[in-house]
């Protein structure tokens, strides 16, 4: 992309410092991440910033994940025996499972209360939903844009577990710029400070790239000896997202192609692989 994403602005560097405080309440911090974008969507700082802290990595909106890709990413942390998870707060697939390991690391500790878990993670990785979910109640603010979550409130999820939402945070600093637009595409940047154009032909380049018949299936077009602008020219023009004088509307059609992207109507993808064993 062109422009530097500005994706650290100053709540998020309060959020940090709220977090931080809470944290030592906690029990166990429960590190969600998405299942599109394995490894990319943790805040690798944030977890070493954990220390010997208990925690669990759990990566959530795994209906919008290629089931393929999530299959080897499970193989490859058995191996590596780590405490990771995949869920889905709409589907609910590996819900009870996560519940269950609740009651299983409760066991771990002296004390006989209920454990307090922290929800921690980027934004927009479902961390609120996946509260709502355990805890079966509405007490957590959802929305598709990052930044809706605000205040602290433990929430009680059942004999084992208690649970606290937390505001998104994202590393001051992303590892390379595809990264950061990944990141973007999955929601997890504010899309006011977006060049949503460029995130669109970022998101056209990526999925011709991995799931090649997902553009072509989803929009009805043609990829062959076309530069990705001229895709997401065609899908303008599939879509009738014309201004006056037959001019192509790029800001409907970006827009379009985000939300589309985003909410999982290009089919399940995933864009982050375990490395070939
Ligand atoms: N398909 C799907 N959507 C989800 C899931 N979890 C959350 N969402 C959606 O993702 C958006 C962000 O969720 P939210 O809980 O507010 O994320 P937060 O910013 O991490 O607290 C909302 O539109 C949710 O409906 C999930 O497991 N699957
Ligand atoms: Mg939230």
């Not at 697939?93 to 921690?120: C, L, M, W």
């Not at 509260?131 to 409130?153: D, F, H, Q």
């Not at 011709?208 to 553009?215: E, F, H, Q, T, V």
């Not at 899908?235 to 992207?261: H, N, P, Q, T």
Request: glycine share 8%.
């Amino acid at each position: 992309m062109a422009e530097q994403i500005q994706w650290y602005p100053g709540h998020m560097a309060k959020a940090e410092r709220q977090i931080k405080k809470e944290m030592s309440k906690a029990d166990v911090v429960a590190v969600l991440g998405d299942a599109r974008a394995v490894d990319i969507s943790l805040n690798s700082d944030f977890i070493k910033g954990l220390g010997t802290k208990k925690n669990v990595v759990i990566y959530n909106k795994s209906s919008l994940a290629d089931s393929r890709v999530t299959a080897a990413w499970k193989k490859h942390f058995t191996a590596e025996n780590k405490d990771v998870f995949f869920s889905d707060c709409v589907t609910r697939e590996g819900i009870k499972e996560i519940e269950s390991y609740f009651g299983r690391i409760k066991s771990t500790f002296k004390f006989n209360r209920p454990i307090k878990v922290i929800v921690a993670g980027i934004p927009n990785v479902g961390k609120s939903m996946f509260i709502n979910t355990l805890c079966a109640r509405n007490s957590a603010k959802t929305g598709n844009t990052p930044g809706v979550t605000r205040g602290v409130n433990w929430i009680k999820g059942s004999e084992n577990y208690y649970m606290l939402d937390t505001p998104g945070v994202l590393p001051p600093k992303f590892s390379t710029q595809e990264e950061g637009s990944l990141l973007a595409s999955i929601g997890c940047v504010k899309e006011e400070i977006l060049d949503k154009t460029a995130l669109a032909v970022f998101i056209i380049d990526m999925v011709r790239k991995y799931y090649p018949d997902n553009l072509i299936g989803r929009y009805k077009i043609d990829l062959e000896g076309k530069s990705d602008v001229e895709v997401l020219d065609d899908i303008c023009v599939k879509r009738g997202l014309l201004l006056s004088g037959g001019r192509l509307d790029y800001a409907r059609g970006s827009k379009m192609i985000l939300d589309e992207f985003k909410n999982g109507r290009m089919g399940k993808m995933s864009f982050s692989f375990p490395d070939e064993q």
